[in-house]
């Protein structure tokens, strides 16, 4: 069970869903990771609890989706298969949540900017990947389009996964999972998500509808700043801004995680 791409890709499908919903959920996963993570996390379960369905999707690439791991053409593939889904996806009469995290959270933003007449009544980010690496030395930046256009798949870049989480036992299950993508990023895939980055930070003011932003203070992985930009940016009337103290990158999965699920669950219930 899954969706189509219009290049006709399948993108596998996960969902918990409860009877009499009062909201659903479509979440959107992080770099290498894949959908079925938040069943061993248990955060789609708590939403249940809450009373909320909750739909996710693996990216292209990714998890249990077609595609070569880790690998994309143009970034805007990822927008158009999250509007497709969205579309499929959107219920008729009660609220719609986007909720997203790390590479996702870029996606979210992304697609907001581009759909406006997207279907969603709130967004919530969690460590959102949106502010690109101002410590990249001028020369990598200009060669980076060189090296996306002639090695598109050519491993390039690894980032720190012994850091996602203080908790030993996630970053144990996280080594030992083979559904989780673990190698280098590939050149173009880099090079797209630093362009998207930067087109995003410039357009944040399209963004108008409620929006939480919730962010590790410790998370080595994407840059707090960025989500203090993208709150600041936002011409949102009803937007929230959250920092963990102590938190690592993956908020849901830090030994604090029920503090962060409860936040959320109650932004969430202020709003219904």
Not at 66 to 73: A, C, E, K, N
């Amino acid at each position: 069970m899954g969706y189509i791409t219009s290049d006709n890709l399948n993108l596998h499908k996960n969902e918990w869903l409860v009877i009499n919903p009062k909201a659903i959920i479509l979440l959107l996963h992080g770099l290498g990771e894949y959908s079925g993570r938040y069943e061993y996390n248990q955060l789609a379960k708590s939403f249940n609890r809450a009373g909320i369905s909750v739909t996710s999707f693996d990216f292209r690439g990714g998890g249990k989706s077609d595609g070569l791991v880790g690998h994309i053409d143009r970034f805007i593939q990822l927008t158009e298969d999250l509007a497709m889904i969205a579309e499929a996806e959107k219920p008729k009469d009660i609220p719609f949540i986007l909720l997203s995290h790390s590479l996702g959270g870029l996606i979210a933003t992304r697609y907001l900017i581009d759909y406006k007449d997207h279907p969603f009544d709130m967004a919530i980010f969690s460590a959102p990947a949106v502010k690109s690496d101002d410590s990249m030395a001028p020369i990598l930046r200009k060669i980076a389009p060189i090296i996306s256009k002639l090695f598109p798949k050519l491993p390039v870049a690894k980032f720190a996964q012994d850091m996602i989480s203080k908790d030993p036992e996630v970053r144990s299950r996280y080594q030992s999972d083979p559904l989780i993508y673990k190698g280098k990023i590939r050149a173009r895939k880099g090079y797209e998500v630093m362009m998207s980055m930067e087109y995003v930070m410039e357009r944040f003011t399209a963004i108008d509808l409620p929006i939480l932003v919730m962010h590790g203070v410790d998370d080595k992985i994407t840059d707090p700043l960025g989500s203090q930009m993208l709150f600041d940016g936002v011409s949102s009337n009803d937007k929230s801004l959250k920092y963990f103290d102590g938190l690592y990158h993956e908020i849901f999965n830090e030994p604090e995680r029920g503090e962060v699920i409860d936040y959320t669950i109650d932004w969430i219930g202020e709003r219904l």
